[in-house]
């Protein structure tokens, strides 16, 4: 049971990523980002081209780390991907979102659009790299080490745990500090205040896109180191994305942190009594729960 | 002979379009009159198909009880597995409103999509409910009987189509009543809606019910045209959003729009399936991706340029307005 907490919390860390990005996105953009898992499958499959194809070609050695399972060429490629994919959230923006903005779009149509652009992410992956599942290092075994309570983890997991960490305390300081993330504060808190205090919304937006699909990239590589890189992987992360961002009130960045963590932990721990398979299920429910009990999350005020 | 197989190939092409046109109805009824953002159509067409599936299906006996597990098999008509379908998707539907209709609309969007592939899930994994990913087999057909099969989708094609005219006046119909104003007064405006005195979400409930139980008519009228259901069936892009894209296409808020969206998206999607037999063999296991790819980069073109689609909104529902 120790162990499925500790792989729920290594499975949440991946949640909290994506549901982070997604919720700014909600906060400051204002509508629900239906492409944002497949960012996620993005951030993995550029990272998978970089290291099967880019690196080898420049002849970069792929060196591991002692027991990790992974090597020299994903660390490259890891912040080289998540630009990346904070590139191609900006660029989605720019010739859709941002148009149909202008246009005084119903957000339920940006919504639809962004479900369209999920797909369009998708299929362009699937047709340059097929339905198959892949690996960033096929056939290496990965040992796990023992902790105590009887503990069994892999490296790897601890490292994603702590560049969870990295990216999560860089974000904060982040939006605490700097003049765009003060910015990025205010216009979640009122658009229209901001705007008439002279900051440039369309430059927060664009920082917003940027910063979400950048976190959401992370959270598909590192969940591709843990697992595997697959087609579905980030539609898969979509609805526990979700629920993690409604459980910790939509907007809220530390909210859909714990949101991620809980909704991880509840899915890795009902492997224990369910099926693997109904660990999306599983998120749902815990959705609807929400939804009946408290509507607006955890941090949401009445 | 090469007459009668291009016949036959356009009475299949029509009975599909026709099913799907009565998906994009019901869609119609949520998304065009009343502003309901409901993307987990799968779900409501995999309900549909097995519970008229396991109504109009004996339960297995014999040999056959150790391969084929059905909750329920009653063997009862055609007739009896259209409706119940129909009340089946309109319960699921009055569930999901409860949490969700009170809510903002992505609310409605991210439960409809979860339950969809919750079903989907369930019904791959649990044997003892419909006989898990290998599905059910043998579905009847209606008036079988009265000719050779062979021939038998010329049958099947008046069938779809005059459910497909049914559901069609009747939507019509009450789209032009008082009830059908109060719908699109909420998707206009739903503040001034319910400062007018109508009670909201009574009338979005009632809404969603209605279109999902039109969707589960869809579901039913699918699973007596092949015959053999399984879950692979009812994914989030043959289930949902090719419907989406078949209503945006056509026109939403419009019911001829949504028939001829779905003709239209249907003869696109088969007539690309020609091109791609063209392209090389290496490429052609992925043909359906690209497939896909088109009809998505579709969609964004027509939210972007068109937002109406090819035959928009009729402003004016009732004679008697000027």
């Known amino acids: ?302 | 002979m090469e007459l009668t197989g291009l016949l036959a190939y356009l009475i299949s092409f029509a009975i599909m379009a026709g099913i799907y046109a009565v998906f994009a109805l019901g869609l119609n009824i949520h998304w065009g009159y009343t502003g309901l953002f409901n993307i987990g159509i799968a779900g409501f067409f995999c309900v549909g198909a097995y519970t008229s599936a396991m109504i109009t299906t004996p339960q297995p006996t014999g040999v056959y009880a150790h391969y084929v597990h059905q909750l329920f098999g009653w063997h009862l008509p055609f007739v009896f597995g259209l409706m119940g379908a129909a009340l089946m998707c309109g319960l699921l539907a009055f569930f999901i409103g409860l949490p969700t209709l009170k809510l903002g609309e992505d609310y409605l969007a991210i439960a409809t999509l979860g339950i969809a592939e919750s079903l989907r899930l369930i019904f791959n994994n649990e044997q003892w409910l419909a006989n898990g990913p290998r599905g059910l087999m043998g579905l009847p057909q209606p008036l079988a009987h009265l000719i050779d099969a062979r021939h038998y989708n010329y049958i099947y094609l008046v069938i779809v189509l005059a459910v497909m005219a049914l559901i069609y006046f009747l939507i019509e119909r009450s789209i032009r009543s008082p009830w059908g104003r109060v719908l699109r007064a909420i998707r206009e405006d739903e503040v001034s809606a319910s400062m007018s005195g109508k009670d909201v979400f009574a009338f979005k409930m009632q809404a969603l019910i209605f279109g999902a139980m039109v969707m589960g008519v869809g579901g039913a009228l699918y699973a007596h045209y092949s015959r053999s259901i399984s879950p692979s069936v009812f994914t989030p892009l043959y289930g949902t959003f090719i419907i989406w894209v078949m209503l945006m296409a056509g026109g939403s808020g419009n019911n001829k729009g949504a028939v001829l969206g779905a003709f239209v998206m249907w003869g696109i999607w088969i007539g690309t399936q020609f091109l791609t037999d063209f392209l090389p063999y290496t490429v052609k296991s992925r043909a359906p991706y690209i497939r896909f790819l088109v009809i998505w980069i579709l969609l964004e073109f027509i939210l972007l340029y068109r937002p109406e689609g090819l035959l928009g909104e009729e402003k004016r529902v009732s004679k008697l307005i000027e």
């Open chain 1, 1 to 302: 049971m120790v162990e499925l907490i500790f792989y729920g919390i290594v499975l949440g860390s991946i949640i909290s990523l994506g549901a982070i990005g997604l919720t700014l996105v909600y906060g400051i953009i204002r509508f629900a980002n239906f492409a944002h898992g497949d960012f996620m499958t993005v951030g993995a499959y550029i990272t998978l081209f970089l290291i099967s194809i880019v690196m080898p070609w420049l002849g970069i050695p792929d060196t591991t780390f002692g027991p990790l399972s992974f090597g020299l060429r994903t660390l490259l490629a890891f912040p080289l991907a998540i630009g990346a994919v904070g590139g191609v959230a900006i660029l989605l923006d720019r010739i859709l979102y941002q148009k149909l903005r202008r246009s005084d779009s119903n957000l339920v149509i940006m919504a639809m659009a962004s479900l369209g652009a999920a797909f369009i992410l998708r299929m362009i992956v699937l047709i340059l790299w097929g339905a198959d599942s892949l690996f960033y290092r096929p056939g290496l075994l990965r040992p796990a080490v023992e902790l105590p309570l009887n503990v069994k983890v892999r490296p790897d997991q601890i490292l994603i745990m702590a560049v969870v960490c990295i990216l999560i305390v860089s974000l904060h300081l982040f939006l605490k500090n700097s003049k765009i993330g003060k910015a990025m504060r205010a216009t979640a808190d009122n658009m229209e205040l901001a705007l008439v205090s002279g900051i440039n919304t369309e430059r927060v937006i664009l920082w917003t896109w940027g910063i979400a699909g950048a976190l959401a990239g992370a959270a598909g590589i590192l969940y591709a180191i843990d697992v595997q890189v697959h087609p579905y992987m980030g539609w898969n992360f979509l609805i526990p994305i979700f629920a993690a961002t409604i459980l910790g009130s939509i907007g809220n960045v530390y909210g859909a942190l714990i949101g991620g963590l809980v909704i991880g932990v509840v899915q890795q721990v009902s492997t224990a009594f369910l099926l693997p398979t109904y660990k999306l299920p599983v998120a749902f429910l815990m959705m609807i729960l929400i939804l009946f009990i408290r509507p607006k999350g955890i941090f949401g005020s009445k």
